[in-house]
């Protein structure tokens, strides 16, 4: 087990015009289990490939423990891979596929044995051993290749998207299995996914990037109630953060009609009169007072109700209320909602940076 460091690292690929990572640093303790997460092209598979030796880093530095790795091969890192294709053999059964790299580093066939039973302890395998991989379900094929990387014993696991190829049930399931694998073996682990819900619900800490830039890196619980920025405010949370423009006045922050309280903190950290205000869908309610909007459509998911609206002076500004199960209201009425003042945030406009009241 080892920590990992990103130093400054960077790469920028031929023919581009901006580096898909920019001066990453980040801090990966030892035993952590850290998500990366962002948009398509974001450059999370890239500090994968980074850290494992695939891609070269064309400045900065890679530490594993106190070694810089910057310049080793991959086969010096001392990592263990699991990718979205599960990349087994088919001529080979379970146990086979799950030892092969202990064979090819030519160990006594007793360890390799033992250190192969081990693993499929681990993840329920003992009775596929002798199977092939065409005889296996998807999550039982990705949990051979998890197989493949644990035997191994790496000082790091890096998994890149494992569960993109299952099914949504399937891969609620086998989340929580590599999650509660991971904090059993306690091996830094790093997981590139591009569900937030995936990485929200896995790691110790989930780093958010966008256009190759790190926003910000904290636990789930920090990211959600202190976004940073208005980028991490709008892509942590599902369905995502109401955002509505406000303008700055002695008063507050009106929106419409409506106004809202700014602290002075607040107030002397913005940079231009406009603000934003971030409000969840659950704190955005059905109310007496607040400002009028009409319903678009409804999503009804029985214990949970949303309700999707635009504010009849601003058509353009779609906004989610999360509300109870089976509501009464129907698309096309028009409801008034007052988002809920101790549970909104405040960002600047002009720079996207979250304000502190």
């Known amino acids: 087990m080892a920590t990992v460091t990103f130093d400054k690292a960077t790469r920028t690929y031929p023919g581009m015009s901006h580096p898909a990572i920019d001066s990453l640093d980040l801090e990966i303790a030892d035993g952590e289990f850290v998500v990366l997460v962002g948009p398509s ?17 064309d400045d900065g530095n890679v530490l594993i423990g106190d070694v810089d790795v910057t ?12 990718f979205q294709s599960y990349a087994l053999y088919p001529h080979m059964t ?34 596929y051993l002798d199977r092939k991989p065409a005889k296996l379900s998807g999550g039982q094929r990705q949990r051979v290749a998890m197989g493949r990387a644990i035997v191994r014993q790496p000082k790091v696991f890096l998994m890149d998207e494992p569960l993109s190829n299952l099914d949504a049930k399937l891969r609620v399931q086998t989340r929580t299995q ?4 991971q904090r059993r073996l306690g091996v830094t682990t790093v997981y590139v996914t591009h569900d937030q819900v995936e990485a929200m619900t896995m790691g110790d800490r ?82 007496d007072e607040g400002f009028d909007a009409t319903i678009v459509t409804i999503e009804e998911l029985g214990s949970d109700s949303f309700v999707y609206c635009t504010p009849l002076d601003r058509p353009d500004n779609s906004l989610i209320a999360r509300t109870d199960g089976l509501n009464a209201s129907l698309p096309g009425s028009t409801v008034r909602l007052m988002p809920d003042v101790n549970a909104m945030h405040v960002f600047d406009t002009a720079s996207g940076n979250r304000l502190e009241a």
Do not use: W
């Not at 092209?41 to 880093?57: D, V």
């Not at 590599?178 to 694998?181: G, Q």
């Not at 949370?237 to 903190?265: E, F, H, K, R």
């Open 178 to 181: 590599i999650a509660a694998l």
């Open 94 to 127: 379970v146990a086979e596929n799950i030892g092969f790299h202990l064979k090819i580093k030519r160990l006594p066939k007793t360890e390799i044995a033992e250190r192969v039973r081990e693993a499929a302890h681990l993840l329920d395998l003992d009775d």
């Open 206 to 287: 989930v780093a958010v990037l966008k256009d190759g830039i790190l926003h910000q890196c904290a636990s789930p619980r920090e990211l959600f109630t202190r976004p940073i920025n208005m980028f991490v405010a709008g892509f942590i949370g599902s369905p995502a953060m109401n955002m509505l423009q406000c303008t700055v006045t002695p008063q507050g922050l009106a929106y419409g009609d409506m106004m809202l309280p700014l602290a002075t903190s607040q107030r002397s950290a913005l940079t231009s009169d406009q603000a934003t205000v971030g409000v969840r869908p659950e704190a955005l309610r059905l109310a």
């Open 41 to 57: 092209g974001c450059g999370k598979s890239t500090t994968l490939r980074m850290l494992a030796g695939l891609e070269p880093i």
């Open 71 to 82: 310049m080793l091969p991959p086969r010096e890192r001392d990592i263990a891979m699991v």
